[in-house]
């Protein structure tokens, strides 16, 4: 089993920066890879980033609405896994979630753990 809590998210304006951050406990050991999805009102749930969980392997995906903006960053030691926001919008405005054990590829939807999200709201 796999526990993860976001944290980090908030109220801001357009054109703002915010890092959000999901801590794991459990077995994280053997997940290939940590990922951030978001579900806007409305919509579906979405891939935004997600990058490989070994110790030596740092990979990285994007969502190509937030390339260039958004930078995953993990600390295994610390079982945690950042995603840091600039240039915010209006249309970031959703719940962002953490995944962890992917069953498929890290882009896609198909992981076994995911956390409770964290509100994130950009303001015009």
């Known amino acids: 089993q796999v526990q993860l809590t976001e944290s980090g998210g908030g109220l801001v304006e357009a054109g703002d920066s915010l890092r959000i951050t999901c801590t794991a406990s459990g077995h994280t050991s053997s997940s290939a890879a940590m990922g951030w999805f978001r579900q806007a009102p409305g919509k579906e749930r979405a891939f935004v980033a997600a990058?490989?969980?070994?110790?030596?392997?740092?990979?990285?995906y994007y969502a190509d609405s937030v390339k260039g903006r958004f930078t995953v960053s993990k600390d295994n030691a610390r079982n945690r896994v950042y995603l840091q926001m600039n240039s915010l919008k209006p249309d970031d405005t959703a719940i962002y979630y953490c995944a962890a054990h992917p069953r498929d590829s890290p882009t896609s939807g198909a992981y076994t753990f995911w956390g409770q999200g964290t509100r994130v709201t950009v303001s015009s």
């Open positions: 990058i490989n969980w070994a110790w030596n392997d740092g990979r990285t």
